[in-house]
């Protein structure tokens, strides 16, 4: 195939069941720079790696973001869980977001926020290493860990906002999902326990100590698991919300901790 074959390429492309194939073949044909890449990259897009794996980038919320082989792949939806966040603080926040991947939603929230302070975690080092890569010139820091656990203890009831995509597939479904998913990107980043809302729940739980009096936390969350997930987040003693986006086929859940409320002790 040469690099002027583009007829060729969407062809195969749209055979192996690429449903953008004519965006798709572009992309490839720009990122190849030689009749021998574009093969072996299309020869892998055919068998089924995500096209972010081969470009390594893609675009979110207007950016692009770098994306390594086994990071989870910023999904164009997380940009309402970005809208919300960003629509919820005052100036100069000190906002954290877990489970943060390719740091995609950290970078979007530092180009609308002047936040003071500014941190993201994930508990898989290929997604730190990554999101480190992607936040390099930004007052950003990466932490590697579980949820809070590896943030410092000063920031503590200090937080303004805390973002969380965290897994939410129930990990019956997981098998289910498209291959490009589920045979690329790490299980950790995919599998949110048996109802899906495992993860969710501890975020909710541990944010109340972690958040300052009226702060808030934001996550993102499958429609049908709203109200299951709000329970807990009141049960947590969060006061939680629903914003649902149809365009994008999103669901954004914010959770604020009570001005007035007290931390459970540790």
């Not at 749209?14 to 009749?35: K, M, Q």
């Not at 740091?103 to 926020?113: P, Q, S, Y």
């Not at 290493?129 to 200090?158: I, K, M, S």
């Amino acid at each position: 195939m040469t690099l002027t074959d583009r007829p060729a390429l969407v062809r195969r492309l749209r055979t192996a069941g690429c449903v953008y194939a004519e965006d798709e073949a572009d992309l490839l044909l720009a990122a190849a720079d030689s009749p021998a890449t574009l093969a072996d990259l299309t020869d892998r897009r055919v068998a089924g790696e995500p096209l972010e794996y081969l470009l390594g980038w893609a675009e979110f919320c207007g950016l692009r973001i770098a994306v390594d082989a086994g990071v989870f792949v910023p999904r164009g939806r997380t940009a309402l869980l970005v809208e919300v966040a960003a629509g919820l603080t005052g100036p100069a926040p000190a906002v954290v977001d877990l489970c943060c991947g390719s740091g995609a939603t950290t970078v979007a929230l530092a180009h609308r926020l002047a936040p003071r302070w500014l941190a993201a975690a994930d508990i898989d080092p290929a997604a730190v290493a990554c999101a480190r890569r992607n936040l390099t010139g930004l007052t950003a820091e990466v932490y590697e860990g579980d949820l809070f656990a590896p943030l410092p203890a000063r920031w503590r009831g200090r937080l303004d906002l805390v973002v969380a995509n965290a897994p939410y597939v129930p990990t019956d479904a997981v098998a289910l999902m498209p291959p490009e998913a589920r045979l690329h990107e790490a299980p950790v980043a995919l599998d949110g326990g048996p109802d899906g809302l495992s993860v969710l729940r501890r975020v909710g739980v541990e944010a109340v100590t972690w958040l300052a009096p009226g702060g808030h936390l934001v996550v993102e969350a499958g429609v049908t698991q709203v109200d299951a997930l709000c329970a807990a987040f009141e049960a947590a003693g969060l006061v939680p919300s629903v914003r649902h986006d149809e365009d994008l086929d999103a669901t954004a859940v914010t959770a604020r901790r009570p001005a007035e409320s007290v931390p459970p002790p540790k």
